[in-house]
């Protein structure tokens, strides 16, 4: 039992995560859903399957050794596409898999959470992440449980209103607040070693090198595209009760308000040790930003 499931492969971290195990040789299935463009998962034994559909799980982890789930209906939801939900995805679909591995007898169970820090379950997605973290808790899995800071590629870009390309930009609350804003392809990595890893830790928390706040975010694309952004704000209380009023008939958007405040009142940024101690030099924010804005 060596293969490694993996579930959310076609996902902005999953793709990453799957050329990983490429690179290393390791063999993997992907769980994809019947429609959904395969051809970039390099090496994957492709399964069809969908987790709001748990009948077609058991074939999936059927002679697994480890799962590995990036899998959420986030990006999804904010693409327009409503067949999917948090709780249909996020909680109901990852029990299935949960419940699909155990019967298979599998040995390792990655997740990719978040922060789990008072503030941020305010929000839907992150109390679907810790009810899941629950979940495993009871499991006869050896768990492995990953709780990532904000990935720059989606809190740094139009996805949240820093709409750099079009020069403007939105900061949460009042911005003055550090966040360790780290690397996809840092996570990645950290996913992958922890996945294949003899002995890994049971809990990853990390965040990027440079904690930076939104207001310096802002500054550094102004520097580095040489040109001013437009500045609009939230403020904090807006935040809060949208993400309250939204939180049954737009949970994905609630999740976003949510997430976006408790950002900005947070008490203390994400440290890069549990990177470092994997051997990974976690990319800087400004390094980041730097390069997204020469490349523009």
């Known amino acids: 039992m060596n293969v490694l499931l993996l579930v959310g492969g076609t996902g902005l971290l999953g793709g ?7 690179e290393r040789g390791v063999a993997y299935r992907a769980l994809v859903r019947e429609g959904s463009d395969a051809s970039a998962l390099q090496g994957a034994e492709i399964t069809r399957g969908d987790l709001q559909q748990p009948n077609t799980l058991h074939a999936a982890v059927d002679g697994v050794g480890t799962v590995v789930t990036t899998a959420t209906s986030i990006g999804r939801r904010l693409g327009g596409d409503k067949r999917v939900s948090i709780d249909g995805v996020d909680i109901r679909g990852n029990e299935a898999l949960i419940e699909a591995a155990e019967q298979a007898g599998v040995e390792r169970f990655v997740f990719v959470s978040v922060p789990m820090d008072r503030a941020m379950l ?14 495993l808790e009871r499991s006869s899995m050896r768990t492995v449980i990953l709780r990532p800071e904000m990935f720059q590629e989606i809190w740094l870009s139009e996805v949240v209103k820093l709409d750099w390309r079009d020069s403007k930009a939105l900061i949460f609350g009042r911005g003055e607040t550090p966040n360790a804003y780290v690397g996809v392809d840092d996570v ?14 049971e809990l990853l928390e990390f965040g990027g090198p440079d904690p930076m706040t939104r207001k310096q975010v802002v500054r550094r694309f102004e520097e580095s595209l040489r040109r001013p952004l437009k500045v609009r704000h939230v403020p904090r209380p807006a935040l809060r009760a949208g993400c309250a009023l939204l939180q049954h008939v737009h949970p994905v958007q609630a999740s976003v308000m949510g ?5 900005d009142v947070q008490e203390q940024p994400a440290s890069p040790t549990a990177l470092r101690a994997l051997g990974i030099e976690p990319r800087p924010t400004a390094t980041y930003i730097d390069g997204v804005a020469r490349d523009a």
């Open 16 to 22: 990453r995560i799957a050329g990983k195990l490429h």
């Open 122 to 135: 305010v929000a839907p997605l992150p109390r679907a992440k810790q009810r899941i973290e629950q979940r």
């Open 188 to 201: 990645a990595e950290a996913t992958v070693r922890a996945a294949v890893a003899d002995d890994p830790p």
């Open 259 to 263: 997430m976006a405040w408790a950002a």
